[in-house]
């Protein structure tokens, strides 16, 4: 009789802690200030092409009961939030002084996973971001890069807001990586 008590109790508390452990998770890394890289640059304008063709409007659709082994690969489309995000990650990094550039992104590859095991769901977030650097009297390219990464969190019960914290965060680490540039 306690067997199967301890078994009922175990298995809820479980579930409800793996859920938590990946919201603090998000929130923790949300909250983490990255050091500005103060990049001598004057930023007068930012580009940004998105040059995905299989993108969607729709949010990604999570199972409500999920299988081991499945696989959800969805290319959300970039919204004004998106834009605005990568916007400010792109001026708060940069100086306002230097050079006068125009900052041309873009957005070759990036989405939205869901995948599940027996026991767990991952949520992931990729993005492969180009950026270039384009004097902004003369036109001439001034440096580019390529960059990538992604961020994921494990749980029992993946969500559609996680999933687009998620994706931002990666949106934002990507940009942050305004490093790569060569100047």
Not at 158 to 171: D, F, K, P, V
Request: charged share 20%.
């Amino acid at each position: 009789m306690r067997k199967r008590l301890l078994r009922i109790l175990v298995i809820p508390i479980a579930y409800l802690l793996s859920g938590c452990a990946a919201n603090t998770y998000v929130t923790q890394v949300k909250k983490t200030d990255l050091p500005p890289l103060n990049l001598a640059l004057k930023v007068q304008e930012v580009e940004i092409t998105d040059s995905r063709t299989n993108q969607s409007i729709e949010d990604i659709k999570l199972p409500f009961v999920s299988k081991p082994n499945s696989l959800i690969r969805h290319v959300p489309a970039l919204t004004t939030t998106h834009k605005q995000l990568i916007e400010n990650v792109i001026k708060a990094n940069t100086t306002n002084s230097g050079t006068p550039v125009k900052a041309i992104i873009n957005i070759p590859d990036s989405y939205k996973e869901f995948s599940s095991t027996w026991s767990s769901e991952k949520e992931k977030g990729f993005a492969q971001v180009q950026i270039n650097l384009v004097n902004r009297e003369t036109g001439e390219l001034i440096t580019g890069c390529d960059t990538s990464g992604e961020l994921f969190v494990q749980s029992v019960d993946a969500t559609n807001g996680r999933m687009e914290e998620i994706y931002q965060l990666t949106l934002k680490n990507v940009i942050y990586n305004l490093s790569c540039l060569d100047f």
